[in-house]
């Protein structure tokens, strides 16, 4: 499979292009500065600046089965570019795949992104980008997609273990390796397709979990 992974500089995406590569997948990671990124096996930097028009970003698309969307703009950035990045850059991204002709798109949300009674002032503009990238990858385009919402993202050794739910999710946490361990099984597993779920640490194994959906 040939994967393009949009936000491959950030914490997520770093991991999940190695995991990637590890699986025997042809990786294009795509950031901002190629500098950012070694190139390495099966891993190819390229230039992506999600504020370009998306007929531009959809030249990078061409020839590839999946795009990943895990970029953000990062918590000590504004609302203005929250709404850049995260909604603008998100649906441009989707244009731009169907444009190029690809298929498959794997968008990386938040737990509650569908629930504004959950949505805290500060992060407000975070949930709202992200509810609408959502609302428009699954009424607004033909892609086969996928959309994870992970609870409260950490940095700790990943365990492999997840609990998945569709809906109104538990409270909880997950490691950021392991939302990049389901990102990879997500493209490789055709029971996540059209599907929108949240996925916290938990006692089940990913394969299991994803194949459950």
Not at 69 to 78: H, K, N, P, R, Y
Not at 125 to 140: G, I, Q
């Amino acid at each position: 499979m040939k994967t393009l992974v949009i936000g491959s500089h950030g914490q997520i995406g770093q991991i999940l292009i190695q995991k990637l590569a590890n699986e025997n997948d042809e990786v294009l990671a795509a950031v901002r500065d190629t500098s950012q990124i070694a190139a390495a096996s099966k891993i190819t930097p390229i230039a992506f600046n999600l504020e370009d028009p998306f007929e531009t970003l959809a030249k990078s698309m061409v020839g590839i089965d999946a795009v990943v969307f895990a970029a953000g703009s990062g918590g000590s950035t504004g609302a203005d570019k929250t709404l850049l990045i995260d909604l603008d850059g998100a649906v441009k991204s989707m244009k731009a795949a169907e444009l190029a002709g690809v298929k498959r798109f794997v968008l990386v949300s938040a737990l509650y992104a569908e629930n504004p009674e959950k949505w805290s002032d500060g992060m407000r503009p975070y949930y709202v980008a992200k509810y609408y990238a959502d609302e428009w990858l699954k009424n607004d385009t033909e892609l086969n997609y996928t959309i994870i919402r992970p609870g409260a993202l950490t940095n700790d050794e990943g365990t492999g273990k997840v609990a998945v739910s569709i809906g109104e999710g538990d409270a909880g946490k997950i490691a950021r390796t392991d939302v990049a361990s389901v990102i990879v099984e997500t493209l490789h597993n055709s029971r996540s397709s059209q599907i929108v779920f949240n996925v916290i640490e938990g006692s089940q194994s990913i394969h299991d979990a994803i194949n459950e959906l």
